[in-house]
């Protein structure tokens, strides 16, 4: 027998007596990269996709919504000063806490979706709805804020369905056709 192959087989034998701490540090969902994973239902996605945004960005709204985040909002428990899901009761939820950083994270919804979640809370998750405690237009600038985290990983302007790409959710089937684009 080749000697490759009778490493390859004895690794494939260890395996089951491997732990399961060893087992999950590998798994993709533990690190991060079920950031793709919707938190909408299916049954409620296309409503979310078709929110926008009505706040203008400005620097005020922006303000109100770190107000929010860090205060009565009280987001920076679970998703950190930073915005890197790594707030104080972070360490005690399962599933972690979205990370704002992830550069997936913005890239791969809507602000009508994040709306919605923030809104309704995020159903498997310990994400509660803050629609009791928030208004629609809290919620809005909320998530202006929430997008200085992206530190240019796309500024929040999420693919979406099909992947457009743009805050405004235009045409394009995702190409910046020859535009700049912050993809």
């Known amino acids: 027998m080749n000697r490759s192959l009778i490493i390859v087989v004895g690794l494939l034998a260890a395996m089951p007596v491997l ?18 994973q919707p938190r909408v239902p299916a049954d409620r996605m296309a409503e979310a996709r078709q929110l926008r945004n009505p706040l203008p960005e400005s620097a005020e709204t922006i303000a109100r919504g770190k107000a929010l985040y860090t205060g009565r909002g009280a987001c920076v428990n679970c998703h950190g000063a930073e915005g890197d899901g790594n707030g104080p009761v972070a360490a005690q939820l399962n599933p972690s806490p979205r990370n704002f950083q992830h550069h997936g994270f913005w890239r791969h919804r809507t ?11 995020s159903p498997g998750t310990s994400m509660v709805g803050f629609a009791d405690q928030l208004t629609d237009e809290e919620i809005w600038a909320l998530i202006q804020y929430e997008r200085t985290f992206a530190k240019g990983h796309g500024h929040g302007r999420g693919m979406g369905p099909g992947g457009m790409g743009h805050r405004g959710m235009g045409g394009g089937g995702g190409r910046c056709d020859g535009e700049p684009c912050d993809r």
């Not at 732990?19 to 793709?36: C, I, K, L, N, Q």
């Open 111 to 121: 602000e009508g979706e994040i709306f919605w979640v923030i809104k309704h809370g």
């Open 19 to 36: 732990s399961s701490e060893f087992v999950w540090s590998y798994d993709p969902m533990a690190m991060g990269h079920d950031v793709m």
